[in-house]
């Protein structure tokens, strides 16, 4: 499969790049490759709607809506988009309880092609031992990500990372065999993480070369500011209203 070229538009997040755009603690992404339209997350509350028609964006467009986990920040918004987003087929994990009315879903814990070159994570393996809580692996079996490929390398899009956003990573290298990631983003869930957890997670982004990181939601606002000193190059903001291309057009 030729890498795809992709636009990312931040469509809810819990701060805003434009006044006219409602922020809320949420997350929700629409990807765009040309070819297909994939809306991951969306949001809390469905104000995620009005900011795509603000930003010009049709989410009756969406061939798929992925969930990354039942949380309502992510999810809360799933009715409202559903009744404009007529053709889009939902995926979410099983434990992700979700049930959109009326709707196709497929229910995976394991990874799913959505699009074409779009692809779920499934289950999220659990192979760091700094990414826990309270010395107990995270629960939240129903946590994941979606991946795809850009000439640089692969693109992972995370909601909360619950699963560890490292964890998520390294899942991601396993199943695409390769160990160049490019970028990663979205809600890393890093607020309440430990010092320690923290500094063995800046390594980890370090020894795997990525290029552009982009923390937001939550992540925690103390984080994403350690992340864009540690990372001067490659962080960038995520905020409502963030456009973010991918492949030739963009880097
Ligand atoms: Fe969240
Ligand atoms: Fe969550």
Redesign the pocket.
Known sequence: MEPLRATATVLVENTTTRPDLYPEH??SLWIDTGESKVLFDTGASGVVCENAKKLGIDLSQADAIVLSHG?Y??TGGLADVAALAEKAVVYAHPAARVNPAGREIVLSRTPETVVPGIRTTGEVERLTDFETARQQPVPFPDDQGIYFEVEQGIVVVV??AHAGVVNTLRHVSQLAETDRIYAVLG?MHLASATRSRLKKTVKAFRDLSLQRIGPC??TGEKVINMFEREFPQEFFPCRTGTVITFGDQGG
């Open positions: 949420g997350f949380h920040d992510h909601g909360c809600g939601h939550c």
